[in-house]
């Protein structure tokens, strides 16, 4: 599976944004995705993931209520809603697929995307 992370860009505090990842490959509607983030000087940080079907979701819970993770699957495509900006959301965020169901590595990463949030 290839990944192409998409949507970023230069917003306000309290704008809302979404993130789009385009996948190719055959097998990207039989594998969970996820995204992350990375500021500047900080860790990867996990943001939330969606099952293959995109019947269930999860969320870090300090983002959750702000951000939506959805896909498309007859698309190839994943989404990652990002609502009620703040500046600390600033960070290049990553969409990433398949994950190893008992490490939660992910196998496939896309090259991110920059979204930064002017106060």
């Known amino acids: 599976v290839q990944l192409q992370a998409s949507g970023g860009g230069l917003v306000q505090a309290g704008d809302s944004l979404r993130l789009s990842c385009a996948a190719s490959?055959?097998?990207?509607?039989?594998?969970?995705m996820g995204w992350f983030r990375q500021a500047p000087g900080k860790e990867r940080e996990f943001i939330g993931g969606?099952?293959?079907?995109?019947?269930?979701?999860y969320y870090k819970d300090s983002l959750k209520g702000r951000f939506t993770v959805s896909r498309d699957n007859a698309k190839n495509t994943g989404y990652l809603q990002m609502n009620s900006l703040k500046p600390e959301d600033t960070a290049v965020y990553y969409c990433?697929?398949?994950?190893?169901?008992?490490?939660?590595?992910?196998?496939?990463w896309g090259q991110g995307t920059l979204v930064t949030v002017s106060s």
């Open positions: 969606i099952n293959w079907s995109g019947g269930s979701t």
């Open positions: 490959g055959r097998t990207f509607s039989s594998v969970d």
């Open positions: 990433a697929a398949d994950p190893d169901i008992a490490t939660m590595v992910f196998r496939y």
